[in-house]
């Protein structure tokens, strides 16, 4: 996606004025914008782009890495560790996403997160406020749609741009095991999907179709919804609101994502698969004392998109039944579910204060801005 290509006729059309600006002919400003100068071939913009840019990066670091490895041809003498493509992981801009109150629990100032860090909020008072977003939520979702939601029950929530690669129906290729799933009376589980497909993209228009229909059937009344009309305000609702972010694209075909990061400020707990920057940021709380959600899988590449899409789907109904419904409803004698809890703190301490927008200005003004500067030239943004 993204990587237009156009031939030498086109080109030539509109851009032969461009070339002499330049001191090219048609062929060389073609040459400027081929993955093999002097073969036969289009004139790709990502290619032309990266030949006249002074920097190149991707936007989390398996983006970078699969970036060098992707376009490598365009600097055939280098290996591909050396393929001048770098990474600035993205980050959110958490005083527009963190609930006031959830904000207020954490006692620090959201716009400095960078770099005071996090203190721990206490476990009790924090799954309480999650408590009472979930059931608010649950109210949203009443007011519009009208399904009747369950304010104690287990809340996924899947909502973003409805890509193919982002395979919103992966749960569904056995209806039966997830009626099983979500239909358990004492430990019941409810599914809520928001976003919207390109107008030009059939494929993530039947997804949503798909989604509707099945919540239509009886067994999934009020077990799974989706929620028209996507936009800011509903997805800081489900940012807020929801136990758990869903996140299941086809590594590793996610260059960053995004929505997970505002889920796990506000203590929701994602289970990803192994991509864009959950990638790192699993990888990162490896290291520390407490998981910071679920991942989906190993990370090992299929030999096939088909069998991709069934080990993940395995991998998936696996760690949602063996692991996060069990952990949701393992309560104490307080009615306290306190590995949950353990691990939504640590998901706020560690997500937090690493993948936001001041980090993310910060690091492109360090690895880009001021590199590209003249020798003793100040920085006055």
Do not use: C
């Amino acid at each position: 996606a993204g990587h237009d290509r156009f031939p030498r006729d086109l080109v030539a059309r509109y851009f032969t004025p461009t070339a002499r600006s330049m001191g090219l002919d048609i062929d060389g400003l073609m040459d400027l914008g081929r993955e093999h100068p002097g073969e036969d071939e289009p004139l790709t913009m990502t290619v032309l782009a990266a030949r006249m840019a002074g920097q190149i990066n991707g936007v989390s670091a398996l983006h970078g890495a699969v970036s060098r490895e992707m376009w490598q041809d365009l600097w055939p003498d280098r290996d591909v560790e050396d393929v001048p493509i770098g990474h600035v992981t993205n980050g959110v801009h958490l005083p527009s996403w963190v609930h006031p109150e959830i904000a207020a629990e954490l006692g620090v100032d959201l716009d400095r997160l960078g770099q005071e860090g996090v203190p721990s909020p206490d476990p009790e008072r924090l799954w309480r406020l999650r408590a009472e977003r979930r059931a608010a939520l649950v109210d949203y979702v009443r007011e519009r749609t009208g399904a009747t939601l369950d304010p104690d029950a287990l809340t996924i929530a899947f909502a973003r741009r409805f890509a193919t690669y982002k395979r919103a129906t992966l749960l569904f290729r056995d209806l039966d095991r997830l009626a099983r799933l979500l239909g358990d009376p004492d430990r019941p589980v409810q599914l809520l999907f928001a976003g919207k497909a390109h107008p030009r993209d059939q494929g993530g228009k039947a997804l949503i179709r798909q989604i509707v229909q099945v919540s239509r059937e009886d067994r999934f009344r009020d077990r799974v919804v989706f929620l028209p009309g996507y936009g800011i305000d509903v997805a800081r609702e489900l940012v807020q609101g929801a136990d758990v972010w869903l996140n299941n694209p086809r590594r590793p075909m996610e260059a960053s994502g995004t929505s997970g990061m505002k889920a796990a400020a506000n203590g929701v707990l994602n289970v990803s698969i192994l991509d864009g920057w959950w990638d790192e940021a699993w990888h990162a709380a490896e290291r520390r004392d407490a998981p910071i959600g679920w991942v989906i899988g190993d990370g090992a590449p299929p030999a096939t998109p088909d069998a991709a899409d069934r080990a993940d789907f395995e991998a998936l109904h696996a760690v949602l039944e063996n692991e996060v419904v069990p952990t949701f409803y393992d309560r104490d004698q307080d009615g306290i579910p306190r590995e949950w809890t353990r691990r939504m703190v640590a998901s706020i301490r560690q997500v937090a204060p690493v993948f936001n927008t001041h980090r993310m200005v910060a690091e492109y003004v360090e690895r880009y801005r001021r590199a590209a500067e003249p020798a003793g030239a100040g920085t006055t943004a």
